[in-house]
């Protein structure tokens, strides 16, 4: 990950993510993790973001940077990942602690866990005027 991008990024950030419903966005507050160079959430299957990313998978977050006087932040546009495989759950879990505070294990099938695959990350510096693409593929 770029330098300038990884000073900002933590293991749990309190971030807003959009999905679509039909025509309609819908925005709200999740727990985006960085874990292992990669984003990832942990939901609930039954839940409406969850049957919002079935239908689409792409989304965006965005992760606010509060300067001392300014506020900047880190966009993170892509699809989501569900990811089914037991050990990747498991460590997920494991790592991040609270998903245990939900869910009773990685095998329980309401839990959702999707990775989040960029295809875009922009990154705006407190006080900065322009946001800057920081996505190295």
Not at 38 to 55: C, L, N, P, V, Y
Not at 71 to 99: E, V
Request: hydrophobic letters at 35%.
């Amino acid at each position: 990950m770029n330098e300038a991008l990884s000073k900002y990024l933590k293991d749990k950030m309190m971030a807003d993510l959009a999905t679509v419903e039909g025509l309609q966005p819908r925005v709200r507050p999740i727990t985006l993790m960085y874990y292992r160079e990669s984003f990832w959430i942990a939901t609930g299957k039954s839940d409406a973001k969850s049957r919002q990313i079935e239908q689409n998978p792409l989304v965006e977050a965005v992760y606010i940077l509060k300067g001392e006087q300014n506020t900047g932040y880190i966009r993170i546009s892509g699809s989501l990942a569900q990811i089914s495989d037991l050990p990747t759950r498991k460590d997920l879990a494991d790592w991040s602690g609270f998903i245990y505070e939900y869910f009773d294990s990685p095998e329980n099938p309401d839990l959702a866990i999707y990775q989040l695959v960029p295809s875009s990350i922009r990154l705006m510096n407190p006080g900065d005027m322009y946001e800057t693409e920081m996505l190295q593929e």
